[in-house]
């Protein structure tokens, strides 16, 4: 089966523009996941949908970043004006539900540096 | 707090030779608690995870961890490294029960495997 697919893999912008990430799940898992990865750290939960409502936003730094989920399936991520301190992979994983008996699977993770 | 602690930060081992990966978590009962492996440039890709019963789990790629309850730790283990083993390794912590799927993941330990 095809794995959690991320686009695109690596971006550069200058602080204060904008971006966008793409995200599409493993088919017919119902939760997604969006983490932040800084260099030389684990990974941190941004936001967790089920379907396409959200689960736990609590460490999404809403005031510049945004996500969504449409139709349940899909999924964007988007930071607004972003800051230095935004450069890190941004990994998307989904799984069959959000039971903690349920594998998350990683896609690749897309680079973000910001300059 | 819910916390997951590695204390290595890199580790550098010969192919051959036995390898050890400490982790110690911090959390108010028994949680679950994963093994990830990362290659650069890759996803997160799970090793093997404990929920409950026997104490040693076995893996893929031949890793096994051991849960012990009175020290808090998870230690990641293999008896001969292979030199595609080196990687970046994350123990991860997961909130018992209920729907909170969230990972907490560790720093990481980044291995390396001398010839």
């Known amino acids: 089966e095809a794995g959690v697919a991320q686009s695109p893999r690596y971006k550069i912008i200058e602080k204060r523009q904008s971006v966008a990430f793409w995200c599409n799940p493993i088919s017919g898992h119902a939760t997604l996941y969006w983490y932040q990865q800084i260099l030389g750290q684990g990974p941190k939960l941004l936001i967790q949908?089920?379907?396409?409502?959200?689960?736990?936003d609590s460490q999404l730094p809403k005031d510049r970043f945004s996500a969504e989920r449409l139709k349940g399936v899909d999924s964007t991520l988007k930071i607004q004006p972003a800051k230095l301190e935004d450069s890190a992979v941004y990994l998307c994983?989904?799984?069959?539900?959000?039971?903690?008996?349920?594998?998350?699977?990683f896609g690749p993770g897309t680079r973000l540096t910001v300059t | 707090a819910q916390s997951v602690t590695q204390p290595d930060i890199h580790i550098t081992v010969s192919e051959g030779a036995s390898l050890e990966l400490r982790c110690n978590y911090s959390y108010g009962a028994t949680p679950y608690l994963f093994w990830y492996v990362q290659s650069p440039g890759q996803g997160l890709q799970l090793l093997l995870k404990y929920f409950s019963g026997d104490t040693l789990v076995q893996g893929i790629k031949g890793f096994e961890a051991e849960f012990k309850r009175s020290q808090s730790s998870f230690n990641l283990r293999k008896p001969s490294v292979h030199w595609s083993d080196a990687a970046e390794y994350f123990c991860a912590l997961q909130p018992y029960g209920g729907s909170q799927g969230n990972l907490i993941f560790g720093k990481g330990t980044k291995l390396s495997v001398k010839p």
């Open positions: 949908f089920q379907n396409n409502g959200v689960v736990d």
């Open positions: 994983a989904s799984s069959l539900g959000p039971l903690t008996n349920y594998e998350q699977y």
